[in-house]
């Protein structure tokens, strides 16, 4: 998720030095002509709405502490137990689950509702697998699905079993409801999404489309509520930044380790990651990237609704991100405006006293929209030089779409701005990648919309818990986002389940 619930802004920085001068000036110049006064005016926060629980929010309260006991920690995943429960209860409510196995422990369920039209299919999905945990830094045993505090704790909470269990009981609900939607409704819970997606959403994909072939698709990540000096944001995921695993070799003078000599291929090959290390690669700004920019600063206080659409200046965004951002909000921003490297193994000698002639790093790069592998071995190139050799091992290109506008995205912002009315959704480009790389080559559009939220005061930051310690999510925030995703399916799908 690109930014984090704490100030944009780091309030030790200031405008008043001369180095960012150009930064004040350009605040000047953009301040008037988009009408915005010099001062804070932002600062009415409407009360949301009231928590409701409802049938089927407590119900899908109970399906995520039943999932949340699976311990489905991915590797090696082991999905199918919790697989074939969540078979049981589709069965149990009278709908034909499919259960698919496509390899030993790594089960997947998908369900079908038929509508009554020939209206491009509504897929929800939610991942079944989930990360590892360190048990040493969690508070509360993450398998056991513990309430403390107003939260439910658990490894899966947030990523992704609450998407699972809100999905389990909606579409049980409209089972049990006997109502025909308009378009036909596909439930899929998946597995491995955390390693790569070869027995889940890709195997689907590719060996069953016609089980998941969807017109839409409603999963991950986003529909939590994220705070920004004090302005709430509900970022709804529209895109995803491609990936490019890519081998860099350097090759030099091979010889004994107990002679070094100033040709050697581990020398070239440290000189070009700490050149990596520090430098961005060439700024792109994608229209996803542009708008999200715009509507996050559009609704922030002063100076930050100036400063914010300067990111967008390749000259000014340097300075932005190295000088007044935070570190983990310069890393957060950084990754949305270029394509970026990590690199992440290393291939040296086969034993200690051999000096190689040709050594290699793997870089995991991740591309915008609109960029390729090639695109981004070019700007490697440009960087680091003609001396070192690039290979593309891997690629998978990047998912966006041209604009978040659609039916489904206006039903989405239509009920969050009735259960919170002070909150903004907010289109996001995620760095990373989901299921929905996968979907959306069978034609689904594609939005990350699990919907909770979190109290102001409990300053909880959403990026903090995915995949990180103590995950968990609060019990009311929880069931108040299973009523709004029950609210968008009934609309987009004609169907009418709460009361
Ligand atoms: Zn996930």
Request: aromatic share 6%; glycine share 8%.
């Amino acid at each position: 998720m690109p930014l984090k619930d704490e100030p944009v802004f780091n309030p030790d920085h200031t405008l008043d030095t001369p180095q960012y001068a150009d930064i004040k000036e350009a605040i000047a110049g953009v301040a008037p002509r988009h009408g915005l006064r010099e001062t804070d005016d932002y600062g009415v926060i409407a009360v949301s709405a009231p928590v409701t629980t409802n049938p089927i929010s407590k119900r899908a309260l109970e399906h995520l502490r039943a999932l949340l006991k699976f311990e489905t920690v991915n590797p090696p995943g082991n999905e199918t137990p919790a697989a074939r429960w969540v078979e049981q209860r589709l069965l149990a409510a009278g709908l034909e689950p499919v259960f698919l196995e496509p390899a030993e422990g790594r089960g997947n369920v998908v369900c079908r509702i038929a509508g009554a039209t020939d209206e491009p299919p509504l897929l929800l999905t939610g991942h079944l697998d989930v990360v590892p945990v360190d048990l040493e830094h969690w508070d509360v045993p993450p398998f056991e699905a513990q309430i403390k505090n107003g939260y439910l704790y658990g490894r899966g909470t947030i990523d992704m079993k609450n998407h699972v269990a809100s999905c389990l009981s909606i579409v049980e609900a409209i089972a049990q409801s006997g109502q025909t939607p308009r378009r036909d409704i596909i439930f899929a819970a998946v597995a491995d999404e955390e390693e790569g997606c070869a027995y889940g959403s890709r195997y689907l994909v590719e060996e069953h489309p016609e089980l998941v072939r969807a017109g839409w698709m409603i999963g991950e990540v986003g529909g939590h509520s994220m705070d920004v000096n004090g302005v709430r944001y509900y970022p709804v995921q529209i895109a995803e930044k491609g990936t490019a695993l890519i081998r860099m070799t350097a090759k030099g003078e091979p010889g004994h380790g107990s002679a070094p000599h100033g040709q050697m291929a581990m020398t070239r090959l440290g000189e070009a990651l700490a050149k990596l290390g520090n430098n961005r690669l060439p700024q792109h700004n994608t229209p996803v990237v542009e708008a999200f920019i715009r509507k996050l600063a559009a609704h922030q206080p002063m100076p930050q609704r100036a400063v914010m659409p300067l990111l967008l200046k390749p000259a000014l965004a340097e300075v932005l991100l190295t000088k007044l951002l935070s570190s983990s909000q310069a890393r957060s921003m950084g990754a949305l405006l270029s394509n970026t490297v990590s690199a992440t193994l290393l291939q040296g000698s086969v034993k200690f006293n051999i000096i190689p002639g040709e050594v290699s790093a793997t870089l995991d790069g991740r591309t915008l929209p609109g960029q390729t592998g090639q695109d981004l071995v070019r700007e490697l190139r440009e960087l680091l030089g003609d001396d070192l050799s690039f290979e593309i091992l891997e690629e998978c290109p990047s998912l966006s779409q041209p604009r978040a506008e659609s039916p489904l995205f206006t039903a989405i912002c239509d009920t969050l701005k009735r259960h919170d009315p002070a909150g903004i959704p907010l289109p996001t480009l995620i760095p990373g990648f989901t299921d929905a790389q996968y979907f959306s080559r069978l034609g689904a559009r594609c939005y990350g919309f699990s919907p909770h939220r979190y109290p102001r005061e409990d300053n909880i930051r959403f990026m903090d818990l995915f995949h990180g310690h103590n995950e968990r999510i609060h019990v009311d925030g929880y069931q108040w986002g299973v009523q709004m995703l029950t609210e968008v399916i009934e609309r987009f799908c004609g169907l009418k389940l709460l009361p």
